[in-house]
């Protein structure tokens, strides 16, 4: 990574403004990549930024330029994460942003209109609660979608990763379409919506033509980050045509995603990485990354709690874990799983989540097969643990039934984001009323008060 930088900077740009490129500084413990929703100041009157005032943009990005005296001029707004960094510039009719206003709703649908015409009326409101001021925690929709026995991609749900109903029929539980579901959650103000196509790790991902067509057809009226997990790996079909994980990562990129979620592959990358110390660049973490930038690559983490009477009964890292296991064992680590929780693999979540770190990814969701579905709760050792390993964000995952469950897991984790599906689907709770909660608490969220 030393390398990168010093490669970045040693390269000259066109010298139109002046400034140099640099990486965000990780050392002191800020989450790189920079994703989420932060905060503008605006320095300089522009009429595309009109509408901002108050509201959270969408930033992905490692990478960034400090304000200095000499680019000063160039300056419209700043934005803090570590230090201040340009987030837009503006100059007579040029303008650039670091943000990306096709991800930021109706806030960044705005700037766009107003580049496009700048007489265009205004049509977002101002932020009447939870005034923006820096990255806010992100509340994120998540969407397990699978075909059921009919054929047709639903939106399905799982307990502890069982998606079929308890009934003699045992039918595939359909929660919803994912493009009607994906298009209200955006409208109720998830800041992210994840598609996982559970069935990927035995399906072939670009024989499943209809998720993409989700993606396309998501894409078209959701104006947040899109995630898109499930059978991202090398695959060889029936004729003997060979698709790399890079293939079947861009088909998703083209379709609409922002970011791609790998979950059984990375496993496999990272047990690799960890046995021989060799990073081959082969891998489709390393692959996607090097061609799409951390930033798009997410890891999916499938962890099962295995409790032990000692730290020294395993070679994992264990935790003396809140309320002890079904034979009074106090510690526990946290065995990953691939092929949807059906494998256990010889690898801990915290040995997978700093090998993953290295090996590229720019984020982990971190679900829970011992929560997923149960409505009690996020697994807060886990989370804690996986946190404080990694510099990279990490989205908590499942187990919420409750605004409280959204709270609790900001202020006793490190968590950039908490997701949930089970609640959401089932109507039990409305994105609204997590924010709310959360800005009683006093953790700021994006305000979804715009739509
Ligand atoms: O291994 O690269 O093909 O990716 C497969 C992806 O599909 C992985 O991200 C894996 O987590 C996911 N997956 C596979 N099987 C299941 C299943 O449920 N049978 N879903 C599955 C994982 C977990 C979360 C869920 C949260 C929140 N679902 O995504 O949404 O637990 O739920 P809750 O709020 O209702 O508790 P690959």
Known sequence: MILRITFICAVKGLGLIPGVVGRFDSSNGLRVPHIGWNALQTTKETEILDDVGGHHVYFVHSYRVMPTDANNEWISSICNYGDSFVSSITRGNVHAVQFHPEKSGDVGISILKKFLDPSSSSKTKKSAIGK??????????????????????????????????????????????????????????????????????RDFPLGDLPMLQILRYTSENVFVPLTVGGGIRDFTDGNGRYYSSLEVASEYFRSGADKISIGSDAVYAAEEYLRTGVKTGKTSLEQISRVYGNQAVVVSIDPRRVYVRSPDDVEFKTIKVSSPGPSGEEYAWYQCTVNGGR???????????????????????????????????????????VSDAVTIPVIASSGAGAVEHFSEVFEKTNASAALAAGIFHRKEVPISSVKQHLLQNGIEVRACDGH
Do not use: M
């Open 132 to 201: 923006a001021s820096r990255l806010a925690k992100r509340v994120i929709a998540c969407l397990d979608v699978r075909a059921n026995d009919k054929g047709d991609l639903v939106v399905t749900k799982g307990d502890q990763y069982d998606v079929r109903e308890q009934s003699n029929e045992k039918e595939v539980r359909n929660l919803g379409k994912p493009v009607d579901l994906a298009g209200q959650y955006y409208k109720d103000g998830a800041d992210e919506v994840s598609f996982l196509n559970i069935t990927g790790f």
């Open 343 to 385: 494998e256990a693999r010889p690898i801990g979540a915290f040995e997978l989540a700093k090998a993953v770190e290295e090996l590229g990814a720019g984020e982990i969701l971190l679900n829970c097969i011992d929560c997923d579905g149960q409505g009690h709760g996020f697994d807060i050792d886990l989370i804690k643990l």
